[in-house]
């Protein structure tokens, strides 16, 4: 399978830990994406990396996460002294810089569900 | 960031056309408008985008309006693996995508 892969799928965590997320992106893409996605809600952008370069960042990030994505490839985002508030679906997303399909095709990962208790 | 409004829920029946609406009264004349769709348990997935004229691809069918403040997602003949979440969303400059609530749509056998 070629596609967005995302790990751990499901995390359980108690509040004031530290967890990691790891995205393997489409290999040609150059753009990352990190979206958060609580119940019933459509997914929150929190930032995206072009290369190795982070180019934006929501407010959503408060300074407990950070995101990295070293060499260009995969990305990790770290969530720490984790709150129950934090509880939801971290989803990771690829794009080429010149799609071909046209401006903002992403492609999207399975998630990684997070549960702080 | 951009808005764009749909309504909550729709439901309908297999084997018959759906259309998803979408008001999108800020556009300007840059903004595409993309849909996609969630099913359970998944990421979202690319559905179509346009700009101005109406678009074809296998999955579906986006008819713009005249005055690109509206559009409508068509789904051909639905099946029940079309029951989704789905979201237009309105691209101003930078690949970044905004997601609103969509519209959850149910087809019933």
């Known amino acids: 399978d070629t596609g967005v892969s995302q790990n751990p799928r499901h995390k359980i965590t108690k509040r004031g830990q530290n967890v990691t997320f790891r995205c393997d992106p489409i290999s040609e893409h150059n753009r990352l994406y990190w979206y958060r996605q609580t119940l019933g809600q459509g997914p929150e952008f929190l930032t995206y990396f072009q290369n190795e370069a982070q180019l934006e960042k929501s407010r959503l990030l408060s300074d407990r996460f950070s995101a990295e994505r070293p060499k260009g490839s995969f990305s990790t985002l770290e969530i720490q002294r984790t709150e129950q508030g934090d509880s939801a679906m971290y989803l990771c997303?690829?794009?080429?810089?010149?799609?071909?399909?046209?401006?903002?095709?992403?492609?999207f990962g399975e998630g990684s569900r997070l549960t702080v208790l | 960031d951009a808005k764009t409004t749909q309504p909550n829920s729709m439901e309908s029946n297999e084997e018959e056309p759906v259309h998803l609406p979408c008001n999108h009264s800020?556009?300007?004349?840059?903004?595409?408008i993309h849909w996609y769709r969630q099913l359970p348990s998944q990421g979202p997935e690319y559905v179509i985008h346009g700009l101005t004229s109406n678009v074809n691809n296998r999955m579906a069918s986006l008819a713009i309006a005249e005055d690109r403040k509206s559009s409508t997602l068509i789904l051909h003949r639905a099946t029940l693996r079309d029951a989704a979440v789905y979201y237009c969303i309105q691209i101003q400059g930078a690949q970044k995508l905004v997601f609103g609530q969509g519209t959850r749509l149910t087809i019933n056998p």
């Open positions: 800020t556009i300007s004349g840059t903004d595409y």
């Open positions: 997303a690829s794009s080429p810089t010149r799609p071909v399909t046209g401006v903002g095709e992403l492609f």
